[in-house]
């Protein structure tokens, strides 16, 4: 089935977590972090997000970097790439600084739930019909890569189902404790060693590693 490209892009302490113990908003990696998850952004054609994350954001990620922003534009490409919010409810609080960003917000919902996307602040609903055949619809929308930002619940289950090409993980020089591991507990995951395909020092101790899925060829 074609899909897109996929990428995890996430920031994670030395001892795998991607919160912190009380859960919530999560800033884990330094400044230069900030440039590598815009690098991804730049990279990509959309940015899928969990319902979760973005209800403790409030808000995505948005490119900002003037040549990243200027590359996109020689290639003909819109500024910012398509942010796409995973959802079985579709709930989300009224004046979500989301629904004002000047990005365009597609909903990843079950129907009837994707169905009412656009009475809910969505440019257009995907049905979820399953991790597989709804990353072949968004290939079918344009969405060549998909730059997956979190969290743990959706990394796990596109990692469960075999569908990710890259994980992105800056490690940032810090022990958070606590529950909010970047993958769920007892997840059960395809075997095998993943390739290196980039390792980068950043700013403050934080490394950033990229790794190719051994099953996907990605590279
Ligand atoms: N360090 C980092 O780089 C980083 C990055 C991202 C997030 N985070 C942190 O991660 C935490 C949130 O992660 P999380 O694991 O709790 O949640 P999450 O993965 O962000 O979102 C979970 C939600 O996604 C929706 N969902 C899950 N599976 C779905 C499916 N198959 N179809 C449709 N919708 C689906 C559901 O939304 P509904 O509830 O609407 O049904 C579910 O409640 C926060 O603390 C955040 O700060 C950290």
Redesign the pocket.
Known sequence: MNRPSTRL????SLDGR???PQ????Q??GPADRLVLEEALAWSDAAL?????????GSTCLLRQPQLLADRQAGARPPQPVAIV???????ADGLPFFKQPVRRWL???EPVAAAAQGRGFERGVP?VG?PA?LAALADLGIARLVV?????????LLAAGLLDELQL?ISPQLLGGP?S?L?AGLAVPEGRWRLLERRLLDDGDLLLRYGCPAAGAG
């Not at 892009?9 to 994670?12: K, R």
């Not at 997000?49 to 954001?57: D, I, N």
């Not at 930002?149 to 796990?156: C, F, P, T, V």
């Open positions: 892009v996430l920031a994670v991607l919160a912190p859960g919530g908003p999560a884990i990696g997000l969990g319902a979760a994350t973005l209800r403790c954001h995973a959802s079985r409810s579709g709930l989300f990843l919902a079950p979820m991790w709804s930002l979190g969290g743990a619940e959706i990394a796990g289950e800056t909010h970047w769920p």
